[in-house]
T-cell receptor
Framework: AQKITQTQPGMFVQEKEAVTLDCTYD???????LFWYKQPSSGEMIFLIY??????QNATEGRYSLNFQKARKSANLVISASQLGDSAMYFC????????????FGGGTRLMVKP | DTGVSQNPRHKITKRGQNVTFRCDPI?????LYWYRQTLGQGPEFLTY????????KSRLLSDRFSAERPKGSFSTLEIQRTEQGDSAMYLC???????????????FGAGSRLTVL
């Protein structure tokens, strides 16, 4: 089974609108961390936001928020007020406590922001 | 410190040749990771070091792949007898668990793109 599933290969959003990128995960660990990274065309992976499995509140970082639904094993990324510079690949990733320090990535979602 | 540095950024080689990539991590980071990313896929973990110790290497793709971090600073990833299937982006990342209150966020370099003809 896939550890991290991102079901949207590509998404369009109008500039200034909000968009949600989906991520579901599979783990039997109680302790794990969830990450979102952005990869623009230049290739560098840019860290956006982190959610620990024991965190009570959803993580937020500026225009990014993580909609963490533990029972459903989902960790969707919400980007508010989209900007043209948000156009990029977005990857969800998980670190499990019993998997050392390995990050497992999903297949990514390409976000395209329309002017 | 300007982040994680990787060299070369691009490498084109002929099948059967050996290639080596270098990664210079953020100086205060004691952990260093190598990932491979093929076109249209997410990064795939290869190996990682804590200081000079290679703590996980079972995910290296074959015995043609090897990595070193001799002094606990920069690291090299070598691929021997390259094959066309080795064509990919090789990403390096570093982290320091003590700096992120448990999140252990990985900071990635821009990657080294390998093309095997």
């Amino acid at each position: 089974a896939q550890k991290i599933t991102q079901t949207q290969p590509g998404m369009f959003v109008q500039e200034k609108e909000a968009v949600t990128l989906d991520c579901t995960y599979d783990t039997s660990d109680q302790s794990y961390g969830l990450f979102w990274y952005k990869q623009p065309s230049s290739g560098e992976m840019i860290f956006l936001i982190y959610q620990g499995s024991y965190d009570e509140q959803n993580a937020t970082e500026g225009r990014y928020s993580l909609n963490f639904q533990k029972a459903r094993k989902s960790a969707n990324l919400v980007i508010s007020a989209s900007q043209l510079g948000d156009s990029a690949m977005y990857f969800c990733a998980m670190r499990e406590a019993n998997a050392g320090n390995m990050l497992t990535f999903g297949g990514g979602t390409r976000l395209m922001v329309k002017p | 410190d300007t982040g994680v540095s990787q060299n070369p950024r691009h490498k084109i080689t002929k099948r059967g040749q050996n290639v080596t990539f270098r990664c210079d991590p953020i100086s205060e980071h004691n952990r260093l990771y190598w990932y491979r990313q093929t076109l249209g896929q997410g990064p795939e973990f290869l190996t990682y070091f804590q200081n000079e110790a290679q703590l996980e290497k079972s995910r290296l793709l074959s015995d043609r792949f090897s990595a070193e971090r001799p002094k606990g600073s920069f690291s090299t990833l070598e691929i021997q007898r390259t094959e066309q299937g080795d064509s990919a982006m090789y990403l390096c990342a570093s982290s320091s668990p003590t700096l992120n209150s448990g999140a252990n966020v990985l900071t990635f370099g821009a990657g080294s793109r390998l093309t095997v003809l």
